[in-house]
Nanobody, 129 residues
């Protein structure tokens, strides 16, 4: 099993970053992939998810209209495009794979982190004001 994030960095407010999550080797074929983030001293927040097979997507209210998510199924990679970044977006961003059936399910209403059993190592996003 491989789940590797990349693309984090330091950016000024209003800037953009593209995070990538390379995923492979899972014991099921069709699974939802989510992005979570955690800032120091704060609870983990579900940011976005995508079901690559049916295209269902979810965005937290805090990022709606600024972040987009896409899946390159040929390359087993999910991208999270972060636009118009704000200092409050500063956090470690993690991608995760759902391991609760139905594995492909990405709810339009929110993310429940216990339903995601595979996690990457995280990538730091820092937004300066």
């Amino acid at each position: 099993v491989q789940l590797v994030e990349s693309g984090g960095g330091l950016v000024q407010a209003g800037g953009s970053l593209r995070l990538s999550c390379a995923h492979s080797g899972f014991p099921f074929d069709d699974y939802a992939i989510a992005w979570f983030r955690q800032a120091p001293g704060k609870e983990r927040e579900g940011v976005s998810c995508i079901s690559p097979s049916d295209g269902t997507k979810y965005f937290a209210d805090s990022v709606k209209g600024r972040f987009t998510i896409s899946s390159d199924n040929a390359k087993n990679t999910v991208h999270l495009q972060l636009n118009n970044l704000k200092p409050e977006d500063t956090a470690v961003y993690y991608c995760a794979v759902r391991d609760v059936a139905p594995y492909y399910y990405c709810s339009r209403y929110g993310l429940n982190s216990p339903e995601y059993g595979y996690w990457g190592q995280g990538t730091q996003v820092t937004v300066s004001s």
